[in-house]
């Protein structure tokens, strides 16, 4: 099974900060990398498919690059709606994995 | 609007089985893969099965093979989840969810989740 390690597990910033969220699989899988946003009580909402294609009505400050085995999301100039919790999964192989997550706290 | 429904979630005590169902509407069901994808409580996501959209390929995660069966019914826009031989490890809010392919790609609609709980 494919392994998918993020980092970190949680960060503290700012609103208006750049903000980058690192995942990391255990074999290529090519672009098959997505990025999920989970905010509490809620069902997690797609961000990105494919590594770097935003979902519709995604905001723009999101973008998502890399490809094998290292990938990254970046939220442009957080804005106060983008505290929560961050989740990346492969679609290369099944069983599909996702990262452990990343929380995103207000500083 | 896409909607996924799900239901069946419940308390049950361990060795047992309970049957989850997702009704889904607002789409041509038949064009996509679904998944069953599971959240303990306080704990991130977790994959558990995958269907695509034919019935062909099924796949499950390590923990629950050999004791979670996924199946569609096209004709009914419906997806369930036949679970066996439950665990506590097992208690979970479980999310219904459609992929955007015909087969496994990415998950753009989930339902609202129905919660299992495996207790004595």
């Known amino acids: 099974d494919i392994q998918m390690t993020q980092s970190p597990s949680s960060l503290s910033a700012s609103v208006g900060d750049r903000v980058t969220i690192t995942c990391r699989a255990s074999?290529?899988?090519?672009?098959?990398l997505n990025w999920y946003q989970q905010k509490p009580g809620k069902a997690p909402k797609l961000l990105i498919y494919s590594t770097s294609n935003l979902q519709s009505g995604v905001p723009s400050r999101f973008s998502g690059s890399g490809s094998g085995t290292d990938f990254t999301l970046t939220i442009s100039s957080l804005q106060p709606e983008d505290f929560a919790t961050y989740y990346c999964q492969q679609s290369h192989s099944p069983p599909l994995t996702f990262g452990r997550g990343t929380r995103v706290e207000i500083k | 609007e896409v909607q996924l429904v799900e239901s069946g979630g419940g308390l049950v005590q361990p060795g047992r089985s309970l049957r989850l169902s997702c009704a889904a509407s607002?789409?041509?069901?038949?064009?996509?893969?679904m998944h069953w994808v599971r959240q303990a409580p306080g704990k991130g996501l977790e994959w558990v099965s995958g269907i695509s959209w034919n019935s062909n390929r099924i796949d499950y995660a390590d923990s629950v093979k050999g004791r979670f069966t996924i199946s569609r019914d096209n004709a009914r826009n419906s997806l369930s989840l036949q679970m066996n031989s439950l665990r506590p490890e097992d208690t979970a809010l479980y999310y219904c969810a459609k992929d955007t392919s015909s087969y496994y790609y990415a998950v753009d609609v989930w339902g609202q989740g129905t919660t299992v709980t495996v207790s004595s």
């Open positions: 607002g789409l041509s069901f038949d064009g996509y893969a």
């Open positions: 074999q290529s899988i090519s672009s098959y």
